[in-house]
């Protein structure tokens, strides 16, 4: 939900295919607002199919993390991805949670009061597994297991206001 879809079967390569929507940010400013830390989990599997590298992955996401710290002011905690292939037998491959796990480990995160935003079910499923609570972007008239839903990501920003309750202690 970072970055507008490229379409089926297309990837993000490099920079210039990267289009940050502008929902994301909002909804990243409300979260931040209300004491939640930002981190993005994401699957690559464009590293994999020999597409890009894990160097070309890992430095568009330090430009992103520079960006969004640049331009809003928005830190994140980290851009975990999977670069695995579909078939391979990997744990952190989403809707397998080990991504979630161990960002949480690693910056000692609690994840029953932490949510989980996406656009497939794939990550609500790694969410709720995980144990965190889940909101899914569009797929409206598919059946989900999200806590919460919203048609589109221009709302997310308005739904995280409803759902996210103000953080009384850092974690």
């Not at 160097?55 to 330090?62: P, S, T």
């Not at 297991?145 to 739904?159: F, Q």
């Not at 759902?163 to 974690?171: G, H, P, R, S």
Request: with cysteine; net charge positive; glycine share 8%.
């Amino acid at each position: 939900v970072v970055n507008r879809s490229p379409g089926p079967d297309a990837y993000v390569l490099d920079w210039s295919a990267f289009h940050l929507q502008p929902a994301f940010v909002a909804a990243a400013l409300v979260a931040k607002a209300r004491g939640y830390s930002l981190a993005v989990a994401s699957n690559q599997r464009s590293v994999a199919l020999g597409l890009v590298t894990h160097a070309g992955v890992v430095g568009l996401h330090l430009r992103l993390r520079a960006f969004l710290r640049q331009a809003y002011g928005l830190d994140l905690l980290e851009i975990a991805f999977c670069p695995h292939e579909q078939a391979d037998l990997c744990l952190c491959r989403k809707p397998k949670p080990g991504m979630l796990i161990d960002m949480a480990r690693r910056h000692d995160l609690d994840l029953r009061a932490s949510w989980m935003i996406g656009d497939a079910e794939r990550d609500v499923e790694a969410g709720l597994r995980a144990g965190g609570r889940t909101i899914l972007i569009g797929h409206e008239t598919e059946a989900s297991c999200a806590h919460h839903r919203a048609r589109d990501i221009s709302v997310l920003p308005g739904l995280l206001k409803t759902v996210l309750n103000k953080k009384v202690a850092a974690l």
